[in-house]
């Protein structure tokens, strides 16, 4: 909570409730996970019953590279990257009718604080000669 002078007190913070300390002790990096979740899930589910070849991955990856670009447009993410290949669909795997893939996400931080320094200078100094 804190207090403000001109608005009174209020919930002040975004650190979430988790003990160890990742990204995801954060609000606004668990709401981003949250809403990729979904985003991607409505991709993958149009995709189920296909043919489990490279064509769908590439029909997969085609359509969440947008929506991920979309998100890192609009500041949600600094990059992501999408891993869908042999690496992670072996022959065992597209045998038992699955297909695996792992996005990378690199969220934005939010500030949460920040400092300014103040330098109270001569009246007959020039700015060109300080901190430009």
């Not at 207090?3 to 160890?20: E, N, Y």
């Not at 996970?33 to 296909?50: C, D, P, S």
Request: charged share 25%.
């Amino acid at each position: 909570m804190a207090d403000f002078p001109d608005s009174g007190t209020a919930i002040f913070g975004q650190k979430t409730l988790q003990v160890r300390q990742s990204a995801l002790d954060r609000i606004n990096v668990c709401r981003l996970l949250l809403q990729v979740k979904v985003l991607i899930a409505n991709i993958a589910i149009r995709l189920v019953f296909e043919q489990n070849d490279q064509a769908t991955i590439d029909q997969f990856i085609s359509k969440a590279t947008p929506v991920l670009d979309t998100i890192k447009r609009e500041r949600g993410l600094t990059d992501f990257r999408i891993k869908m290949d042999s690496s992670n669909n072996t022959p065992e795997t597209i045998d038992r009718n699955e297909l695996f893939g792992e996005i990378f996400l690199k969220p934005t931080r939010a500030v949460e604080f920040i400092g300014i320094t103040f330098t109270i200078t001569p009246t007959g100094a020039s700015f060109n000669d300080v901190g430009a």
